[in-house]
């Protein structure tokens, strides 16, 4: 009678064991990219293959897979009517200014070759707002899709015109990550105001950064940042927005004390080295391309 009793619960236990493995089977199954996530191509897959994956080999990933984020966020899936237009915008603001300066060849070898689209923005715990990241320079991740409206889209308003403009810094930010991790710029770059970067950027806002001759406060977290966000300010503010920003600078002195005329003197130096770098490895006018990114922004917005 015992040896009944033990082989009715090993018998038990051992299908317990096989329901509790066809359930995980079916949870495996389930996960986007093992096999859960079959669906048939869209007009909008077939636009996002001819528009970026013929031409540059870019692929596109908007339908949602937590596995491209971090876990520990909360983000929403991009809304499908949200993608054409922000796509169409890269194409006129990004991709083909770089191409009308340099060329298609050079695009294509430079360019990261993933976009994955989230809706929300991604909040980080010290309160800071990730809007973009880029992996290796194969990968950029592009966030706040949701919000963004463009001049003819309904409900644009000019407030508008802020995330637009953040969403092509965070492209130009981590494409200058890209150009500059091939091809390093000037260690003299790191000379111009060494003592003044500081991993408490997030608690400076941009005004009080410009007093210290960074074109954000983000710029003061590292070399490697202060390079790429000129470059991304550079563009999207366009020559005459850069020009505002310089003359921005109060009289006086910052709380780190440096006066106004070293401020100054800082970004202009910066500048003359991103144009010369621009000019001198990739062969790119750097004000050109300036021009034509600011011109189809204002385009977009105006």
Same mark, same amino acid.
């Given at each position: =009678? ?64 937590? @596995? ?30 770089? &191409?009308? /300066?340099?060329?298609?060849?050079? @695009?294509?070898? %430079? ?9 929300? +923005? ?23 899709? !949701? ?5 003819? =889209?309904?409900?644009?308003? #000019? ?11 965070? &492209? /130009?930010? /981590?494409? *200058?990550? &890209?150009?500059?991790?091939?091809? =390093?710029?000037?260690?003299? #770059?790191?000379?111009?105001?060494? *003592? ?10 941009? +005004?009080? +950064? ?9 710029? =003061? ?7 790429? /966000? ?14 505002? &920003? ?9 709380? !780190? *004390? ?7 003197? #800082? ?9 010369? #770098? ?7 006018? @750097? ?14 917005? %105006?």
């Amino acid at each position: =009678m015992l040896k009944i009793k033990w082989l009715l619960l090993i018998l038990s236990f051992s299908c317990l064991i096989s329901c509790s493995k066809d359930d995980d089977m079916e949870l495996v199954a389930d996960i986007p990219g093992l096999g859960g996530d079959t669906w048939k191509a869209s007009a909008l897959d077939k636009y996002l293959y001819d528009s970026l994956t013929v031409p540059f080999n870019i692929a596109v990933k908007y339908k949602w897979d937590q @596995f491209e984020f971090e876990v520990n966020k909360t983000l929403v899936p991009p809304k499908e009517e949200k993608i054409i237009p922000v796509i169409d915008a890269i194409r006129k603001v990004w991709i083909n200014t770089y &191409i009308a /300066e340099a060329d298609s060849l050079f @695009f294509i070898k %430079y360019c990261p070759k993933f976009l994955i689209l989230s809706g929300s +923005a991604s909040w980080n715990s010290n309160g800071t707002i990730t809007l973009g990241t880029a992996e290796g320079g194969r990968k950029v991740v592009l966030y706040v899709l !949701n919000e963004f409206r463009t001049k003819g =889209m309904t409900g644009y308003k #000019y407030s508008d015109s802020s995330t637009v403009k953040q969403m092509f810094h965070v &492209i /130009e930010h /981590e494409f *200058g990550h &890209i150009l500059h991790q091939n091809i =390093m710029y000037p260690v003299e #770059y790191k000379r111009i105001n060494p *003592g003044l970067y500081t991993g408490n950027w997030n608690n400076i806002s941009d +005004a009080e +950064a410009r007093r210290d001759g960074f074109v954000t406060a983000y710029a =003061m977290s590292g070399f490697d940042d202060d390079f790429v /966000e000129m470059i991304a300010i550079m563009l999207t503010e366009g020559k005459a927005g850069f020009e505002k &920003i310089v003359n921005s600078i109060p009289a006086g002195s910052s709380v !780190n *004390g440096t006066p106004q005329a070293a401020a100054k003197a #800082y970004l202009r130096a910066k500048e003359a080295m991103v144009v010369n #770098y621009f000019n001198k490895v990739w062969d790119i006018d @750097f004000y050109s391309l300036q021009a034509r990114t600011r011109t189809e922004i204002e385009k977009l917005l %105006y």
